[in-house]
């Protein structure tokens, strides 16, 4: 699975390990978060990340 | 200001504010500004690059007007920022079959902050290009400078590059092109410390893009025009690398003198070890100058007496503004004077979390410094100087 990259933090998303914090389960693909998902450290949308590595 | 050539049917349209003195009511502006506005005649199309603040919309119309723009295609917008976009509307209105051109993100922040109509809009994503007939734009996104619309402009066939605001300096001049390049430079640093910096990771890439186009000249919407850009891309590969330099930043407020005393010793100390030292007291900084010392600096030591059970306020704006700008600092400490007690290191610290610093013991001293803290000052000095040493730097 993909990692995401946020491009106003650069907060990493791995799917690996989810956000259990926002309800994200572990081994949550990105494209699978809920649209209304914000970035746990800095609070923009999904759409300011963009894939990683 | 005047329409001025840049080159055939390539003119600067913008305005000079001699007076501003203060941006987004944070950054100072020691140099006043410019709103850079480009309009380019192609052969079938004109095209016009951002606008300026719409305080000033005027100075645009009518340089547009007094260039005999009677037909205008395209408004090529780069960054959806209000002293760029803010003019857009009253040209939409001045010349009512153009049409707003940029990628899909700027359109929803134009029309999220100036409600522009949908259908005024030409949307274009990374690569795409434009045809002015005998010349052709070409669009590139690079998010984060410092927006995350921004995008840059590629004229092909002039090798002409609009970036936005990435690259630029807040300067009033009458130079259309850079000729007082030390000057430039810093106040380029400047603007690159209080706007650029945080996203300093993504820079090296949009580098790399830009050094592949070999533009001859960059034009930048803040600050004069540059013909030989080598030296501020040069410029722009050093501050967001990596790389820190052997500086300490001492960033210190005092009440009673004796915090004040304390930051004194630690910069001799410093000074004495070969550490070179950057001093800034946090009452009425230039934040734009502390900003400046944080881009190079590998040690930030934050000097403040405790206020009641907490950080001085103004050291405490200051820590702020430095996480908010994330500078490549990797050493820093906190020392300071207190009366009774106190989480001052805690709080300071705390404020601090987007940096990635290792914190070096802290210096508190009940009342004024007694030998022994004078000592353990000298003892942060080795440190300090030993981490440098150990990174190369000294």
């Given at each position: 699975m993909h990692k995401w990259i946020c491009m106003a933090c650069d907060y990493i998303y791995d799917p690996e390990?989810?956000?259990?914090?926002?309800?994200?389960?572990?081994?949550?693909?990105?494209?699978?978060?809920p649209a209304d998902w914000i970035c746990p450290n800095c609070g923009v949308g999904k759409d300011l990340f963009e894939p990683y590595g | 200001m005047n329409p001025r050539r840049i080159r055939d049917n390539i003119w600067a349209v913008g305005t000079i504010d001699w007076d501003r003195r203060l941006f987004d009511d944070l950054i100072p502006l020691p140099e006043g500004t410019s709103y850079n506005s480009y309009l380019l005649k192609g052969s079938e199309k004109t095209a016009l690059i951002d606008g300026v603040d719409p305080a000033v919309e005027q100075v645009l119309l009518d340089n547009l007007r007094s260039l005999g723009v009677e037909k205008l295609d395209y408004i090529i917008s780069n960054h959806a920022e209000?002293?760029?976009s803010g003019a857009i509307p009253a040209v939409l209105e001045a010349w009512p079959e153009s049409m707003v051109v940029t990628n899909p993100r700027c359109a929803g922040m134009l029309t999220d902050h100036l409600h522009l109509p949908e259908e005024r809009f030409i949307l274009k994503d990374d690569g795409e290009t434009l045809s002015l007939g005998d010349?052709?734009?070409q669009f590139f996104l690079a998010p984060f400078v410092h927006w995350p619309e921004t995008q840059f402009t590629w004229l092909t066939e002039e090798k002409i590059l609009f970036t936005g605001d990435f690259l630029g300096s807040h300067q009033a001049t009458s130079d259309l092109f850079v000729r007082d390049e030390a000057g430039t430079l810093f106040g380029a640093k400047r603007y690159y410390a209080e706007i650029m910096m945080p996203y300093r990771k993504k820079?090296?890439?949009?580098l790399d893009r830009i050094d592949g186009l070999a533009p001859e000249i960059i034009a930048t919407t803040h600050g004069p025009i540059y013909d030989r850009p080598a030296s501020i891309l040069e410029a722009y590969r050093e501050w967001s690398s990596d790389e820190v330099k052997n500086e300490a930043v001492v960033a210190y407020v005092s009440m009673h003198d004796t915090t004040a005393k304390m930051a004194g010793h630690l910069i001799n100390a410093l000074i004495d070890r070969g550490v070179r030292v950057k001093v800034h007291n946090l009452t009425g900084v230039d934040v734009g100058e502390l900003a400046i010392d944080l881009v190079d600096a590998a040690t930030v030591v934050w000097a403040s007496p405790i206020v009641g059970v907490g950080p001085?306020?103004?050291?405490?704006?200051?820590?702020?503004?430095?996480n908010v700008l994330k500078p490549k600092v990797k050493y820093t400490?906190?020392?300071?004077s207190y009366g009774w007690g106190g989480k001052m290191v805690e709080q300071l610290l705390g404020l601090l979390k987007n940096l990635k610093v290792e914190v070096?013991?802290?210096?508190?001293?009940?009342?004024?410094?007694?030998?022994?803290?004078?000592?353990?000052?000298?003892?942060?000095a080795d440190t300090i100087a030993g981490k440098h040493r150990a990174e190369g730097l000294l």
């Amino acid at each position: 699975m993909h990692k995401w990259i946020c491009m106003a933090c650069d907060y990493i998303y791995d799917p690996e390990a989810g956000d259990p914090d926002s309800g994200i389960p572990p081994g949550t693909p990105f494209e699978d978060i809920p649209a209304d998902w914000i970035c746990p450290n800095c609070g923009v949308g999904k759409d300011l990340f963009e894939p990683y590595g | 200001m005047n329409p001025r050539r840049i080159r055939d049917n390539i003119w600067a349209v913008g305005t000079i504010d001699w007076d501003r003195r203060l941006f987004d009511d944070l950054i100072p502006l020691p140099e006043g500004t410019s709103y850079n506005s480009y309009l380019l005649k192609g052969s079938e199309k004109t095209a016009l690059i951002d606008g300026v603040d719409p305080a000033v919309e005027q100075v645009l119309l009518d340089n547009l007007r007094s260039l005999g723009v009677e037909k205008l295609d395209y408004i090529i917008s780069n960054h959806a920022e209000q002293d760029h976009s803010g003019a857009i509307p009253a040209v939409l209105e001045a010349w009512p079959e153009s049409m707003v051109v940029t990628n899909p993100r700027c359109a929803g922040m134009l029309t999220d902050h100036l409600h522009l109509p949908e259908e005024r809009f030409i949307l274009k994503d990374d690569g795409e290009t434009l045809s002015l007939g005998d010349w052709t734009l070409q669009f590139f996104l690079a998010p984060f400078v410092h927006w995350p619309e921004t995008q840059f402009t590629w004229l092909t066939e002039e090798k002409i590059l609009f970036t936005g605001d990435f690259l630029g300096s807040h300067q009033a001049t009458s130079d259309l092109f850079v000729r007082d390049e030390a000057g430039t430079l810093f106040g380029a640093k400047r603007y690159y410390a209080e706007i650029m910096m945080p996203y300093r990771k993504k820079f090296p890439k949009y580098l790399d893009r830009i050094d592949g186009l070999a533009p001859e000249i960059i034009a930048t919407t803040h600050g004069p025009i540059y013909d030989r850009p080598a030296s501020i891309l040069e410029a722009y590969r050093e501050w967001s690398s990596d790389e820190v330099k052997n500086e300490a930043v001492v960033a210190y407020v005092s009440m009673h003198d004796t915090t004040a005393k304390m930051a004194g010793h630690l910069i001799n100390a410093l000074i004495d070890r070969g550490v070179r030292v950057k001093v800034h007291n946090l009452t009425g900084v230039d934040v734009g100058e502390l900003a400046i010392d944080l881009v190079d600096a590998a040690t930030v030591v934050w000097a403040s007496p405790i206020v009641g059970v907490g950080p001085h306020p103004n050291a405490a704006y200051a820590a702020f503004l430095a996480n908010v700008l994330k500078p490549k600092v990797k050493y820093t400490a906190v020392i300071g004077s207190y009366g009774w007690g106190g989480k001052m290191v805690e709080q300071l610290l705390g404020l601090l979390k987007n940096l990635k610093v290792e914190v070096l013991d802290p210096v508190m001293v009940k009342g004024f410094p007694r030998e022994e803290d004078f000592a353990s000052l000298d003892g942060l000095a080795d440190t300090i100087a030993g981490k440098h040493r150990a990174e190369g730097l000294l």
